[in-house]
């Protein structure tokens, strides 16, 4: 079945350090791509999305480029923030309609001044 | 404003007990879903309903029941059959559709004395 793999954290980073978190999708035909950051105790904020091959998402400074030859989809930011600390979820929506997403196991961001 | 009202926040219950989880939304939405959320493991698909009166099982329904008398609501019935209920609870709402966003509620931790 479809499933997403992410990069194991937590991702330990200095204020203004670069950021990648991989992500890499296994699905049949071409889902949609997304990911999600979650807060503390909170529930899940969609951070960006791309529905078709090479489309780039972008959102307060992170993007991620949807990469069929790879199928990945990884999340990039030039300059992280202390507010930045936060779980970040990939996930993909397959193609039946039903809205349901499958998600990656997060992983964990933490930002150091 | 619009958005998930989850209840209750926490949640405690002894072993053998039933319990039952609130979710509403005014977002005017077809589709809702029930996340489970484990340390390290992401989140997995208890039910999701499409539509008023009708609902599927996702991926680990066992011990689990749900209802959709209203479009607004989605509660969730923790039964004492459920082997590890210990977990944090997220309800989430769509459109509908592969390209639309969840929106997720602020969740519920169930903790199983």
């Known amino acids: 079945g479809d499933s997403v793999t992410q990069m194991e954290g937590p991702v330990t980073l200095s204020e203004e350090a670069f950021l990648t978190i991989n992500c890499t999708y296994t699905a049949t035909g071409y889902p949609s791509l997304f990911w999600y950051v979650q807060y503390p105790g909170e529930g899940l904020q969609l951070l960006l999305k791309a529905t078709k091959a090479d489309d780039k998402g972008s959102n307060k400074g992170f993007e991620a480029t949807y990469r069929k030859e790879t199928t990945s989809f990884h999340l990039e930011k030039g300059s992280v923030q202390v507010s930045d600390s936060a779980v970040y979820f990939c996930a993909l929506s397959d193609r039946s309609n039903t809205g349901k997403l499958i998600f990656g196991q997060g992983t964990t961001l933490q930002v150091k001044p | 404003d619009g958005g998930i009202t989850q209840s209750p926040k926490y949640l405690f219950r002894k072993e053998g007990q039933n319990v039952t989880l609130s979710c509403e939304q005014n977002?005017?939405?077809?589709?809702m879903y029930w996340y489970r959320q484990d340390p390290g493991q992401g989140l997995r698909l208890i039910y999701y309903?499409?539509?008023?009166?009708?609902?599927q099982k996702g991926d680990i329904a066992e011990g689990y029941s749900v209802s959709r008398e209203k479009k607004e609501s989605f509660p969730l019935t923790v039964t004492s059959a459920q082997k590890n209920p210990t977990a944090f609870y997220l309800c989430?709402?769509?459109?509908?559709?592969?390209?639309?966003?969840?929106?997720f509620g602020e969740g519920s931790r169930l903790t199983v004395l």
């Open positions: 989430a709402s769509s459109s509908g559709g592969y390209t639309g966003e969840l929106f």
């Open positions: 309903s499409q539509i008023v009166n009708d609902f």
């Open positions: 977002l005017n939405h077809d589709a």
